[in-house]
């Protein structure tokens, strides 16, 4: 596995097979001194709820420490550089989680510092999210070969690193998007050059649940889109909405997910968030055991288990 976690092409179908066992042994002994040695900085330019709990909750179940940092309060606000600050980092903590606007940033970190650097989310990938949604998808449904994932709305980052997975692990993926919220083109490509990559991108919601074993969406303004609420929301409503009638055009066993936080009524029904398909909170609940694991992994703490 590469130094750094910044995009799910980092990892290979064996990195995330060894990630997922690993958490499933982090989800029953969850406490240990595996980062006893470690203090990990979280550097966060946008706010968090999941991902810093996860996060912060995660090292220090494993005895780690952690530093919380925002834009705002660092040197950065006054125009210090990514590259510096990299190399500050480097000598003050042994890892970044870092939470960008710009997937650049991340980059810059990466290549200015000898540490560890996590992507906690970009404007082009949220790896952490979809690492822990497939370790969700294999708990849930079981061999991931076999599902089917059908992702309704924006093609967001979310969406970006859902393709990719998907791809990695050899599972079928159908997107459902309007033309002009389509996945990155780039992202796509690479992902179709994978080995046995399945993905097809669609303007019909009904084409992409057919036969899914999963539905998954994620709000459609998402932050910094604030600007175009109302000409996003003119966009996707209703055609793009989850309900429960486009939910039971899928397979009858079908799982919903979704990333949080949920705008209920937008894109998805309350009756369905709330409903009987949902795992949604067990889904964010695996964002703390499967980070946990990526941390081990990164660090080759695999052997103190």
């Not at 791809?167 to 992202?187: L, T």
Request: proline share 3%; glycine share 6%.
């Amino acid at each position: 596995m590469e130094k750094d976690f910044l995009s799910m092409g980092d990892l290979t179908k064996h990195d995330i097979n060894e990630i997922f066992a690993i958490a499933a042994r982090l989800k029953i002994h969850k406490y240990g001194r595996q980062l006893e040695d470690k203090v990990i900085a979280l550097f966060f330019e946008k706010p968090s709820t999941r991902t810093r709990l996860s996060f912060e909750s995660g090292i220090r179940q494993l005895g780690g420490n952690t530093i919380y940092l925002d834009a705002i309060t660092t040197q950065i606000s006054r125009g210090e550089s990514i590259e510096d600050t990299a190399k500050m980092f480097e000598r003050f903590v042994d890892g970044v989680i870092a939470r960008v606007n710009r997937h650049q940033t991340l980059e810059k970190l990466a290549n200015h510092s000898r540490i560890p650097i996590i992507n906690a989310l970009s404007e082009l990938e949220h790896p952490c999210q979809v690492l822990s949604d497939l370790y969700t998808i294999r708990e849930k449904k079981g061999r991931l070969e076999e599902q089917k994932v059908a992702y309704i709305g924006d093609g967001n980052n979310v969406c970006n690193s859902l393709i990719l997975g998907c791809s990695i692990m050899g599972v079928p993926i159908r997107v459902a998007s309007p033309a002009q919220y389509k996945p990155k083109k780039e992202i796509v490509d690479y992902a179709q050059s994978i080995p046995g990559a399945d993905v097809v991108l669609t303007t019909e919601p009904e084409e992409a649940v057919k036969d899914a074993t999963v539905i998954y969406t994620d709000v459609f303004v998402s932050m910094g889109d604030e600007t175009t609420k109302e000409q996003r929301l003119s966009i996707f409503l209703p055609k793009y909405q989850v309900t429960t009638d486009l939910i039971r055009k899928a397979r009858e066993d079908v799982i919903f997910m979704h990333c949080l936080p949920a705008h209920r009524g937008e894109e998805v029904q309350a009756e369905v968030i709330d409903g009987k398909w949902s795992v949604v909170f067990d889904q964010a609940e695996n964002r703390l055991h499967v980070q946990k694991a990526l941390l081990l992994r990164i660090f080759n703490l695999v052997t103190y288990l």
